[in-house]
């Protein structure tokens, strides 16, 4: 018996990286799966993973920023297990640029599906939860939700938007007594496909990004998934990810305000 044994869990983008990694990890850990994403190929790879470790999966396309789709399938999750005990808001994309030069259209995908997606997902599955009388909801934020970056505003901004709703729910839940935990993630960096799959404004080198990424990002996302998981196991309220996440939190928090300084150095010398 583990803490996940019996429970229902969805895991929006679970066709790569990170959604992966925890799709795998709560099929080990006997969870009943229910994971979703919009690149169908990805996502047939980790139901095959999930039926591998023997556990009951459910997987269905859906775009997180269709909003309507998002209530849909919460539902539709609902009826197939009877129940949903934990939700991973994970699908995220990435995206570089300076806000000059970002279009309106850059931010506003951004923010449809790294900010709206996890507002759709916890909004449809809240009475869910609250109806299992065991549940948890579990946010993917990132450090990029704790400090700025140059070339990654519109990021930051859903990251720290995903973040402050996310303490917010947390507080509401305690003080409404419902029976539903929280919790918000901020992994460092993940070798991951997220750089790869990402888009940048006009000028920027795709590889280029992409090369620096994999320099920085050191952490598996099996091991990702498991200090997610310890830290559901412990409601957490927060779960920093990677002695990058921890060095930097601590860096900024110590410098208040003057830590532009030291990240636009970081970022120039590293040619971010
Ligand atoms: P990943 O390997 O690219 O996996 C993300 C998955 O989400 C992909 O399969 C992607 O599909 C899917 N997706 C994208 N847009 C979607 C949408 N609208 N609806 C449903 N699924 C969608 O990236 P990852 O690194 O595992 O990222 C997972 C989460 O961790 C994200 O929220 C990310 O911001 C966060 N995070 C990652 C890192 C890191 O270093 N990797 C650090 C901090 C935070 P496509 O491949 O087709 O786009």
């Not at 039926?51 to 849909?72: F, I, M, N, P, Y």
């Not at 994970?90 to 997606?117: H, P, Q, Y």
């Not at 609250?130 to 990029?144: A, K, R």
Request: a positive charge.
């Amino acid at each position: 018996m583990t803490h996940f044994t019996g429970k229902v869990a969805v895991v929006t983008g679970a066709g790569s990286g990170i959604g992966r990694a925890l799709s795998v990890e709560l099929a080990r850990r006997g969870a009943k799966l229910a994971i979703c994403d919009v690149d169908t190929v990805g996502l047939a790879e980790t139901e095959a993973l999930v039926k591998a470790e023997g556990a009951d999966v459910k997987a269905d396309h859906l775009d997180v920023s269709q909003r309507e789709l998002v209530l849909a399938y919460a539902d539709g999750v609902a009826a197939h297990y009877g129940k949903v005990n934990l939700v991973f808001n994970n699908a995220g994309i990435a995206f570089t640029g300076n806000i000059e030069e970002m279009s309106f259209k850059d931010i506003d995908r951004v923010m449809d599906v790294d900010f709206w997606g996890v507002v759709s997902g916890t909004k449809a599955f809240l009475p869910h939860l609250v109806e299992s009388g065991d549940g948890h909801i579990i946010n993917i934020s990132s450090i990029f939700g704790l400090f700025s970056v140059p070339t990654q505003g519109a990021y930051n901004a859903a990251k720290f938007a995903v973040r402050g709703f996310t303490e917010a729910l947390r507080m509401e839940m305690i003080l409404n007594k419902r029976p539903v935990k929280v919790t918000c993630v901020h992994p460092g960096g993940i070798k991951t496909n997220i750089a790869k799959k990402q888009e940048q404004v006009e000028g920027v080198d795709h590889d280029q990004l992409a090369k620096q990424f994999d320099k920085l990002a050191r952490m598996s996302p099996a091991k990702a998934a498991n200090i997610i998981l310890k830290g559901v196991e412990k409601n957490k309220a927060r779960v920093l990810i990677g002695a990058d996440a921890w060095v930097l939190d601590k860096f900024v928090r110590l410098t208040g305000p003057r830590y532009a300084r030291g990240v636009a150095a970081f970022s120039k010398r590293n040619g971010l």
